[in-house]
């Protein structure tokens, strides 16, 4: 009986536009929902390191490589800042990392695919980053005090993100035939995976019922795709790239574009762990893992070491 | 030699120093140990690269032939680079990587305290800069040294071994030419000698700490600043200079 | 994968400017205070957010249970003079 009264207020509290907090009352499944979204966040923001992290020693000057450096670091802090919100919810990082490891946890998909030229870097800035401001944007108002702090803090750093990307993309696409040759071809590989980033059709997503009812969510898959969409054809367009989509068409009437189908038995083997790279990521992963085990009993035995003598003395 | 010609190579030398260690932590990006480690030794790596640009774009303007900050980090080769052997070696395991760290940073912080007095505004201005960040890695370095060697049992011999590697590069950091002793003659940059004692007790503090009771000395290693570096510069160049290499008629 | 070496959390509190107070930005895991430190320098300040800086492990917090709020903090509701705006003066008198 408790628990229905605990339950309203708690509805109360979300339709008054109030923050949950982590030590407040929470139904079990609210709980649940957010360690799986935030660290399924904060998972894709490390694993997403990795397919720009290989680019940083060959970046082509100097100021692309402290930028493409600064970029990354910044997706390190963003998965401390969402590991840290995950773990006010009482799992701890080690839980996590496991859950990671052993693919219970998911990250996002895009993070799947290859990084074949340097015009992948403007890419995954403009394209990936776009699709990630988008949806995180959406995130600032999200029901639960910590991701919300969170998001604001990314939205703030993301935004240099999408526009060293699109630097990128832009230079080459107005530079050499050799540039232009792989800002297009960085396109027709990245567009239709960045569009899977924001998830299944609305119909088709499982999770959306209390997400929304819970504020979790502020708007559905599709319509933040659709924002997506419609802010990022004109970028291409401006600087001469075609967007692989052939049934792409602008609506009058709706005031939105139309774009094609989404091949979804793709998205559906990538994020089961039958991407182009999803064994290399979490190899690479675990590894570093691993190998750096050491170092951490190092540092924690240190650590015992200065406790103890402060005991004694 | 002519003041001019001494200053671009020292700034080149400087410039070249920061590069490759710069290069050698920016690989270890998502290979950290864990997390928050990542983010300082990608720090770390930022700050040098900064340290990169300053000096190869004063490099330039001494020059003053046009040659940019990218001009000297792409289009040189091997035996052009007159950084010392120290910062070519791989990182190997976390250890390798702050005992390298360790011996640069100690170096850099003592030289870059001297050099913040030299009456190049330049040079002065660009110590002293550097300094600052120079005194957070030492800070960062040292106190990992300290951390594995007074560990675990595995941890101790781990960075033994590392330091035990390492030693034979330190030497390198304070041998003078013909170009510092141009330099030191004008005043415009400080003898090494002078500090390296306080190099050498600033390292014996962290040994003491660290529990290190003593590091091998093997080989001194020689010839970086003369173009003659080791093996791994071969492999080095290459990656870093691929694309402006693969693409010379592109804007990069 | 064995049960980790699970470092100890800590809340990190920055201050932006010599003089105001310290906020609270976040937490990070550390072994110790030095390295706790030096990482909340690498995560908190690199957009020159802070010039000063705490790390507190998070263990040490003592906090207000949020069913205790109605208690806590609800009685201060009714207590306004405590405001300056309580209490209505001669408009003539200066300085008060």
């Not at chain 1, 567009?191 to 209390?210: E, I, V």
């Not at chain 2, 190579?9 to 400087?14: A, E, G, N, S, T």
């Not at chain 2, 505004?121 to 957070?136: D, P």
Request: hydrophobic share 35%; glycine share 6%; charged share 25%.
């Amino acid at each position: 009986m408790e628990d229905v009264n605990r339950l309203e207020a708690f509805q109360a509290k979300i339709d008054r536009e109030e923050k949950i907090e982590p030590k407040d009352w929470m139904p079990d499944a609210y709980r649940k929902h957010l360690v799986r979204q935030m660290s399924q966040h904060a998972h894709s923001e490390v694993v997403g390191m990795q397919p720009e992290g290989q680019w940083i020693t060959r970046a082509p000057s100097l100021r692309a490589k402290v930028v493409l450096l600064a970029k990354v670091q910044d997706e390190a802090g963003h998965g401390l800042y969402l590991y840290s919100a995950t773990e006010s919810l009482g799992i701890s990082r080690d839980e996590l990392l496991e859950q990671l490891h052993t693919e219970k946890a998911k990250y996002s998909s895009i993070f799947n695919y290859a990084t074949l030229n340097w015009a992948d870097m403007g890419a995954v800035g403009w394209l990936v980053d776009g699709a990630a401001i988008v949806n995180q944007v959406s995130l600032q108002r999200t029901s639960f005090g910590p991701y919300s702090r969170g998001m604001v803090r990314i939205c703030k750093e993301e935004s240099f993100h999408q526009r060293q990307g699109y630097e990128i993309v832009a230079d080459m696409a107005l530079g050499s035939p050799e540039q232009k040759q792989m800002a297009q071809d960085a396109l027709n590989r990245m567009w239709w995976p960045s569009l899977m980033m924001f998830g299944p059709h609305d119909a088709d997503s499982p999770n959306t019922g209390n997400a929304t009812k819970w504020k979790i969510k502020r708007e559905t898959n599709d319509e933040l795709r659709q924002k997506f969409i419609d802010k990022t054809i004109q970028q291409a367009t401006v600087i001469g790239l075609t967007v692989p989509d052939p049934d792409l068409k602008w609506n009058e009437a709706t005031g939105h574009y139309d774009f094609g189908e989404i091949d979804w038995s793709e998205l559906k083997e990538v994020i089961n762990g039958r991407g182009p790279c999803n064994k290399q990521r979490l190899n690479h992963h675990r590894k570093a893992h691993q190998e750096g085990a050491w170092v951490r009993e190092a540092a924690n035995a240190y650590a015992q070491k200065q406790k103890d003598k402060k005991k004694v003395a | 030699m002519e003041i001019n010609e001494a200053l671009i190579k020292y700034c080149l030398r400087l410039g070249d120093d920061a590069m490759i260690l710069g290069h050698r932590l920016s690989e270890l990006c998502s290979k950290g140990p864990y997390l928050e480690e990542d983010i300082a030794m990608t720090n770390i790596s930022l700050d040098l690269f900064g340290q990169t640009r300053m000096m190869y774009t004063t490099a330039g303007e001494i020059e003053g032939k046009g040659r940019t900050e990218d001009d000297f980090a792409y289009k040189r080769l091997e035996p052009e680079f007159q950084n010392v052997l120290l910062v070519e070696q791989p990182n190997g395991n976390f250890g390798n990587t702050m005992a390298r760290q360790m011996v640069f940073s100690v170096f850099y912080y003592h030289l870059f305290k001297e050099l913040q007095s030299s009456s190049n505004e330049k040079l002065a201005a660009f110590a002293a800069k550097s300094l600052k960040e120079t005194t957070y890695h030492m800070r960062h370095s040292c106190e990992w040294i300290v951390r594995l060697g007074d560990g675990t049992e595995e941890s101790h011999w781990k960075v033994q071994d590392a330091l035990n590697e390492i030693w034979s590069y330190r030497h390198e950091l304070f041998e003078k030419d013909e170009v510092d002793e141009t330099l030191i003659a004008a005043g415009l940059i400080p003898d090494t000698a002078t500090f390296k004692s306080a190099f050498e007790a600033s390292v014996q503090e962290v040994l003491d700490r660290a529990t290190i009771e003593e590091v091998e000395e093997g080989w001194k290693s020689t010839g970086g600043r003369i173009g003659h570096h080791s093996e791994y510069m071969g492999h080095i160049l290459p990656i870093f200079q691929s694309i402006p290499r693969t693409y010379p008629e592109s804007k990069w | 994968m064995s049960a980790d070496n699970q470092f100890p959390q800590w809340e990190v509190f920055i201050q932006s400017k010599t003089g105001l107070p310290f906020k609270h930005v976040g937490n990070l895991h550390a072994a110790d205070g030095e390295l706790a430190l030096q990482n909340a320098r690498d995560l908190y300040t690199r957009r020159q957010e802070g010039t000063s800086i705490w790390v507190v492990p998070t263990d040490e917090i003592v906090a207000s249970n949020p069913d205790d709020s109605d208690a806590f903090f609800d009685p201060a509701e009714d207590k306004i003079y405590r405001a300056a705006t309580y209490y209505n003066l001669p408009k003539e008198a200066k300085h008060i």
